[in-house]
């Protein structure tokens, strides 16, 4: 598995990368910064400080679980992943599938029943656990919405925001 | 001419008891699902209460705006339930505990056995074979029997309006989504993926597996898989149920097997009670007189 | 209405008047007085200005629930569906008209002709209070409209609300037709009330049928709600039974609660026939109460023992439910008991009183009360809620009272049409109706003969 496939693979499937910076770690280039939810219509995409987390964790494996770095970490999936090499896909896009819950997805999961991994989270759930999940466990970092993606008109009018401050329903009971 | 009497009160008593029949009609058997039926694993442990799955749900079902933002965390203060304007809500509980507090998404758990259908007297619901309990407003008299009948208390009622007031509750998005094979909307918006969209029966097994592969995280039960006989949402807790709003109290019996006492009864009823008592009367008619004796108790002998 | 009749009126109490001149219908509607004097003797009752402060609130806000909607004229609560309207209009109102079967089956089946002068107030009693409990549920349902519905647009025939739908409107033109007897004779229309008479046995086995399935079938509504009724209201063996066997003797009482207040407020209009068969009527009545009551008593006990539900008695619930046993069913049948026994009139009366609320009152916890009571609050029901349930009980005197007033209920019709009983006497052994039906030309011939 060559570091270069790795590197082309990551550079494609999270998008936008603006910066490449080698990097001792894994002898491959990664990204300083990526852009994330760039299709979004309720929040705006942001930059996602990649360098940053990479200082401050110093793993990789912390987020790319079996992917890169340090391999199998969990107990669990150690049962049998104990000796597996790193997988060609280190982004997350390139395993969790934006759209888990397709009709596609869930009949090609219905109809293979020996299939062992049939709770992979989708994209969205895999990356909101990740960063949500540290930050609340280190203490550190945002975990409100608009901390990291802040919201674009449609959001606002999604989340009905004018209506902030009105009397909420239990208010008004009898 | 006795007999013109009897053929009478028998041709009565034929005619209810051909009516009777119908009222029994599905009430037997026990019905596990349909087998390609949808379902929703709701994982309490990572929802965070962003009240997302609230705004989808509105949007989607063109329901009114909201009386507040889908931002307002101060909703969070009371449990609420389900309504005619709102047909899901999330909950807080253990706002004290350690581990920070527990959110609940409360909304139509799509019974196997939905108690709102069986309880429906012009048969306004019906359960699809996607998993789905929807239901036909337009022939909904407003009796509200389903909401009475409803373990969990979800279905409200548009008691607002005036000319077209109706129950309402959530439905899958059936018509929208569900029908095409789509997640509910509150399945797609969910940031922490806390509701996972699936077959029931694969979303059992992935269940038990989350539980296997995570013992201190989850309690060891599926809430859904058995309660009233079985339901499409399932959920999964760190918490005992009770304490985030579950009633632990139902049964894994349907609804309908509480009523099958009665239902039981009626054909009964209907087709020996012209007999008795026309019998009796034809008996009672040479005892002249027929003074003395308490009649009346011979009433209450079912 | 006492004070004219000391002063000389005549009672309106048979086709024609003093001068022999037949009496035409508004005649009979004013009771033989002129409209002047109507007006006057309305005035003079007062129960007719509390009524007239009822509805002048009332009618108005009655009115509005179908202008504003259920919003604003009642709770509109999600959490307790079924407020006052059908947890005392509807579940209340029912048990409390199982009267007309009861006599039906009694004078009818059982051949008890000495029970035939209160029949035909048991058959009114069923009638109004089946009727009015209807008339609350349109005031309940959300679109009273499409009340039809379950009988010829969509028919869910698994639902026990669709037994019970079919059943009460059954039952309700059952005793529309067993009612117009007193109509017909009323109104002068003797082919009618015969017709009638020849399907009484028919009528009356339907209405044993009918009103065992309703009365239970409304018990049978709440195994639908297994863990919101609390458990000592609630059993799902037994619970049909205990809103059959409870129905029987609150009919019962009704009865003599209604026979009790028409004698003293309506005296004028019981002739001796009624006077002098009441109290013997009521002691029978009361009989038959307590036998029920005691069913009930038993198999509420054992509805407890079977599901071991004792440790709930020792909880506010279990108080409570305590209160609704011993004065609702064990006092009133220690009463009823000791006054049929002493032939102590009052004390029946009390008793039966006492039955009567227990009745309303166990219906009221079941569907309002105790229901949902693991929630943390109850529903108060809003004065407007309120206000409209107590009109419709109003209007519900008034038209008992308006019928009392007129139709030989109370009193025999005399008939002097002499052809009448020529013709009865000339088809029934032609018809063969005599064998065919005994005891409805029996008595038919009996109610002919002249006083």
């Excluded at chain 1, 990479?54 to 992943?81: F, M, N, S, Y």
């Excluded at chain 1, 280190?90 to 709770?119: I, M, N, W």
Aim: glycine share 8%; proline share 6%.
């Amino acid at each position: 598995m060559s570091s270069y496939k790795h590197l082309i693979v990551a550079a494609l499937s999270l998008g936008a990368i603006s910066v490449f910076t080698p990097l001792a770690a894994q002898c491959a280039a990664v990204p300083d910064s990526v852009t994330l939810n760039q299709n979004g219509t309720l929040y705006k995409p942001f930059a996602f400080n990649h360098a940053k987390h990479i200082q401050q964790l110093k793993e990789c494996a912390g987020c790319h679980h079996h992917t890169t770095g340090t391999l199998v970490l969990d107990p669990e999936c150690a049962r049998c992943h104990q000796n597996s090499s790193p997988t060609a896909v280190v982004s997350c896009k390139g395993c969790h599938s934006a759209k888990p819950f397709s009709p596609e997805t869930l009949a090609e999961k219905h109809a293979d029943k020996q299939r062992y991994h049939k709770d992979k989270m989708g994209l969205k759930g895999a990356m909101h656990q990740s960063c949500i999940g540290c930050h609340q466990k280190e203490g550190a970092g945002p975990v409100g919405c608009q901390e990291c993606h802040p919201r674009t008109e449609a959001g606002e009018a999604f989340n009905s925001s004018s209506r902030l401050g009105a009397k909420p329903a239990h208010a008004k009971k009898h | 001419m006795k007999r013109r009497n009897f053929l009478k009160a028998c041709l009565i008593g034929g005619t209810t008891i051909a009516m009777g029949k119908t009222n029994k009609g599905w009430a037997s058997g026990s019905f596990e699902g349909y087998p390609e039926s949808m379902g929703v694993l709701v994982d309490t442990t990572r929802c965070i209460g962003c009240r997302s799955c609230e705004a989808a749900c509105n949007k989607e079902q063109k329901l009114p705006e909201p009386d507040t933002s889908f931002d307002d965390k101060s909703v969070f203060e009371e449990p609420r339930r389900p309504t005619a304007k709102a047909y899901t809500v999330v909950n807080q509980y253990e706002k004290e505990k350690p581990g920070g507090p527990v959110y609940r998404k409360v909304q139509c758990n799509h019974c196997n056995e939905p108690a709102c259908l069986t309880s429906c007297f012009v048969n306004a619901y019906t359960k699809t074979k996607e998993g789905a309990v929807i239901y036909n407003s337009k022939v909904c008299v407003g009796c509200r029997n389903c909401m009475i009948a409803c373990p969990f208390n979800v279905p409200g009622y548009d008691y607002e309006s005036v000319t077209n007031p109706v129950i309402k509750k959530c439905i899958l998005c059936y018509d929208t989504r569900l029908k095409v094979g789509k997640p509910p909307a509150c399945v797609d918006i969910c940031p922490q993926e806390a509701l996972t969209f699936g077959h029931r029966a694969d979303l059992i097994k992935i269940a038990h597996e989350r539980i296997r592969s995570n013992p201190d995280r989850y309690l060891d039960h599926v809430y859904g898989e058995k309660e009233v006989g079985g339901t499409s949402w399932l959920y999964l807790s760190g918490t005992e149920f009770d304490k985030i709003g579950f009633d632990p109290s139902l049964s894994n019996d349907p609804i309908i097997s509480n009523v099958k006492d009665f239902l039981g009864m009626v054909p009964m009823v209907l087709s020996i009670w012209p007999a008795l008592f026309s019998g009796i009367h034809l008996l009672s008619k040479h005892d002249s007189g027929g003074e003395g004796h308490d009649t009346e108790s011979k009433e209450e002998e079912p | 209405m006492k004070n004219m009749i000391k002063h000389g009126l005549a009672v309106v109490d048979s086709p024609y008047d003093e001068s022999g001149k037949k009496r035409t219908v508004v005649q009979k509607l004013l009771l033989g007085l002129t409209p002047s004097q109507y007006l006057l003797q309305a005035f003079r009752n007062p129960f007719n200005w509390i009524l007239a402060a009822i509805f002048a609130v009332g009618i108005p806000i009655l009115l509005g629930r179908f202008v504003f909607g259920l919003a604003w004229a009642t709770s509109g609560s999600n959490d307790y569906p079924w407020g006052l309207f059908l947890g005392f209009g509807l579940f209340a109102m029912v048990p409390l008209s199982s009267s007309g079967f009861q006599l039906g089956t009694a004078c009818e089946i059982f051949g008890r002709h000495d029970l035939e002068p209160i029949e035909r107030l048991a058959l009114l009693n069923g009638l109004l209070g089946y009727f009015f409990a209807v008339v609350y549920l349109l005031a309940d349902l959300g679109q009273p409209w499409r009340l039809p519905y379950p009988m010829v647009v969509s028919f869910g025939p698994a639902a026990v609300l669709f037994l019970v739908a079919w059943h009460v409107a059954t039952y309700l033109s059952v005793q529309v037709a067993e009612v117009s007897t007193a109509f017909f004779e009323w109104i002068g229309f003797p082919a009618g009330k015969r017709g009638v008479r020849r399907i009484t046995l028919g009528l009356t086995v339907s209405g044993i049928i009918l009103s065992t399935l309703h009365q239970g079938a409304l018990g049978a509504l709440f195994t639908y709600a297994p863990g919101k009724v609390h458990p000592l209201w609630y059993s799902s063996s037994f619970q049909w039974l205990h809103f059959f066997v409870s129905s029987l003797p609150g009919g019962l009482c009704m009865v003599i609660t209604v026979s009790t207040i028409a004698s003293k407020f309506m005296g004028w209009r019981t002739d001796r026939r009624f006077k002098e068969a009441l109290d013997r009527c009521t002691v029978t009545l009361a009989k038959g109460a307590c036998m029920g009551i005691a069913t009930y008593i038993t198999i509420k006990l054992i509805g407890i023992a079977h599901d071991n539900k004792w440790s709930y008695l020792d909880s506010g619930w279990g108080q409570w439910f305590m209160l609704e046993i011993i004065v609702g069913f064990m006092l009133p049948l220690v009463l009823m008991t000791y006054g049929v026994h002493t032939r102590k009139m009052g004390v029946i009366r009390l008793g039966a009183f006492a039955t009567v609320f227990g009745v309303v009152l166990n219906r009221v916890n079941t569907a309002i009360i105790t229901f949902n009571w693991k929630l943390p609050e109850r529903e108060i029901p809003p004065w407007r809620e309120v206000v409209i349930s107590l009109t419709i009980f109003a209007i519900y005197i008034v038209v008992y009272r308006f019928i009392l007033y007129r139709l030989p209920i109370l009193y025999k019709w005399r008939q002097q049409e002499e052809e009448v009983t020529v013709t009865e006497a000339v088809t029934a052994p032609a018809a063969g109706r005599r064998e065919a039906s005994p005891v409805a030309v029996a008595s038919y011939s009996k109610m002919t003969k002249l006083d």
